[in-house]
């Protein structure tokens, strides 16, 4: 695979997210390009995917998509199911997902805590 992070994105397009590069292999994904925010950042490397799809054993892929289908393009196959359901999971945060190895990880943004209206006085 000659560019497998490009062809991740390309793929990902495909499969209707809206993906905008922002630098240093980072992507803004927007799920609803009418919203205008983005939803999740996406961290690709060519060696981070790389590194994840040879991270695949032949027993993770032996069969998943049919006989016809090589383990490699099944490895890259799943390697792009992974990262959609990272990226389409529901969740009222934005995320950033990031490719480690054979790990997809993924990290939510913190709001501050609300607390209740109240006379609050910080002591110490």
């Known amino acids: 695979m ?3 992070a490009q062809k991740i994105v390309s793929d990902l397009r ?11 292999g980072w992507f803004a994904v927007t799920v609803d390009s009418a919203s205008g925010t ?20 032949a027993e993770d892929v032996d069969g ?3 006989p016809e289908t090589t383990p490699a393009e099944a ?3 799943l390697t792009l199911i992974h990262l959609e359901e990272s990226l389409l ?6 995320r950033y997902v990031v490719l480690d190895g054979e790990e ?21």
């Open 14 to 24: 495909d499969n209707g997210l809206y993906l905008d590069e922002v630098g240093d």
């Open 89 to 94: 999971s529901h969740h009222p945060r934005v």
């Open 38 to 57: 983005p939803d999740a950042f996406l961290h690709l490397t060519d060696d981070d995917v790389e590194r994840y799809v040879r991270g695949m054993s």
């Open 104 to 124: 997809i990880l993924t990290f939510d943004t913190r709001s501050s805590p609300e607390f209740p209206a109240g006379d609050y006085q910080w002591t110490s």
């Open 64 to 66: 998943v998509f049919g």
């Open 75 to 77: 490895s890259y196959r």
């Open 2 to 4: 000659d560019h497998p």
